[in-house]
């Protein structure tokens, strides 16, 4: 009796949609493929929101190799068109490192249009996107974007200034500071020996740097900083699988998928808490990789991108007794949904020094 009322508890159609998994996440980290050459494999990610600057930029574009993690800090403004940013990615990074094989970005629509699709199907490179419920896998200018505005904040706590006047010195830095995860510093990883500076003026004399074998010596530096990549990648690997569980489907199974309300959003609303925590069913059509997989959407959810992360999928258990309703709720592209609220039943108004919030 109990195994068949687990059975049937496990079929329940309304039981599947709404119950909260308590379950690890599923789906075991999968590292990127570490890149064999410098500037070969970048990512790139623009930080916007910035004060406006008297040459009028409002953001950074941030452009970083994933092999020696070196990285140009690019000042734009928001409103540039595809051909301005197409110009300065020739300039500021074709000319100096050459033509990339692939550039990993978020699915930022510049990133996503017809024009630098083409441009990068011309130059030859391949264009690798995230997901809006899966950022992972653009963690790496996730992170440098992290250090670059606690530095730009550094920078006007202490000088007071427009940020772009000081954008150069930041990016030095950055580049001149030591990565755990290669053992040495961007600089040093790209060029082959430390940076020029003051502090090691001492230690760098033209004796020592043309007595040994640069090329012999650049070979050796990127095979240290693939066994440390490594390294850093495998044990990352580890502690996250730990909180994970490995899980896999078959072409032609029926999944459910994840949806979330708005966050910061009244949740007492028309449907508020009570709102389906997945929808579907909807089956499989191809296995992308060791981890996501293609559904078959319907009309009304074709502006959402098919390919999903198996964290994102519950398995649907069929039973001939079960009545599939279509959606009821509007879905964004992010797979999120806006509750609006049925009536206010208390407000609060919060004084400030010279302003009134409700």
Not at 235 to 253: F, H, P, T
Not at 270 to 291: A, D, N, T
Not at 292 to 304: D, F, S, T
């Amino acid at each position: 009796m109990k195994r068949d009322i687990s059975n049937y508890v496990s079929k329940c159609l309304i039981c599947q949609q709404v119950k909260a998994e308590h379950q690890m996440p599923s789906g075991l980290l999968q590292p990127i493929l570490i890149p064999e050459w410098k500037w070969d494999r970048i990512t790139m990610d623009f930080v916007s929101g910035l004060p406006v600057t008297q040459s009028k930029k409002d953001s950074i574009w941030v452009i970083v190799d994933r092999l020696t993690k070196s990285a140009h800090f690019i000042p734009v403004r928001m409103d540039f068109s595809l051909d301005k940013l197409a110009e300065l990615y020739v300039s500021q990074i074709v000319r100096l490192h050459g033509v990339p094989n692939s550039i990993v970005s978020d699915r930022d629509p510049r990133f996503t249009s017809r024009f630098w699709k083409k441009l990068q199907e011309a130059l030859g490179t391949k264009l690798h996107f995230s997901t809006a419920f899966h950022p992972q896998t653009d963690g790496q200018s996730e992170r440098i974007i992290q250090i670059l505005e606690d530095m730009l904040r550094c920078c006007i706590l202490e000088l007071g200034d427009s940020w772009e006047r000081y954008l150069p010195l930041v990016e030095f830095a950055y580049n001149n500071s030591f990565q755990s995860s290669i053992k040495m510093a961007p600089y040093e990883a790209l060029y082959g020996r430390k940076c020029r500076t003051p502090l090691f003026w001492t230690e760098l004399s033209e004796s020592k740097i043309f007595r040994v074998d640069l090329i012999r010596d650049a070979e050796q530096k990127i095979k240290i900083i693939r066994e440390s990549l490594k390294a850093a990648s495998d044990r990352q690997k580890s502690y996250a699988d730990l909180k994970r569980k490995d899980i896999e489907y078959q072409v032609g199974d029926k999944v459910f998928l994840k949806v979330s309300p708005w966050k910061k959003v009244l949740r007492f609303g028309r449907r508020g808490k009570l709102s389906p925590r997945f929808i579907g069913p909807y089956e499989i059509s191809e296995r992308i990789g060791p981890v996501a997989y293609r559904l078959i959407l319907p009309p009304e959810l074709e502006k959402i991108h098919n390919v999903f992360h198996v964290s994102m999928l519950r398995r649907y258990r069929s039973d001939p007794s079960h009545i599939i309703n279509p959606l009821e709720i509007e879905i964004q592209p992010d797979l999120s949904y806006e509750e609006e609220p049925v009536r206010i039943l208390a407000h609060e108004v919060k004084e400030l020094r010279i302003r009134k919030f409700l």
